[in-house]
């Protein structure tokens, strides 16, 4: 999964583009608000993390690639945003937070999400 992260951003800021805003696929609740509130953001912060009940993060903005912020993570646990944090603290990136979102994981979340209307 980090590999992937980072191949995407890297692609994207060697693309020539000022920043990069990458989301997860199994968070259903994310609106336009967010990816907007994230841009805005990524104006004045190296890092925008949108954390995830779970532990993990929905969606994760960047404006320079750093690896190591993906390298290490145990990845689909309820460590990773803990981890992605100590890894951009550890690279002197400045780090600003969304709010936080569920996202579906397993059948449980998946009939918040339902009851939610949120499952297009």
Avoid at 34 to 53: C, S, W
Wanted: with cysteine; proline share 2%.
């Amino acid at each position: 999964m980090g590999n992937r992260l980072a191949a995407a951003a890297g692609s994207a800021l060697g693309a020539g583009a000022e920043a990069v805003v990458l989301i997860g696929g199994d968070c259903p609740y994310i609106e336009t608000s967010h990816l907007k509130a994230a841009a805005v953001m990524l104006e004045r912060t190296d890092v925008v993390i949108g954390p995830a009940r779970d532990g993990g993060y929905y969606l994760i903005g960047v404006r320079r690639l750093e690896r190591a912020m993906f390298t290490g993570i145990a990845w689909s646990s309820a460590l990773v945003l803990v981890q992605a944090r100590e890894r951009c603290a550890a690279a002197g990136l400045s780090v600003v937070e969304l709010g936080e979102l569920e996202d579906v994981d397993d059948e449980a979340s998946w009939r918040r999400a339902a009851a939610a209307g949120v499952l297009g």
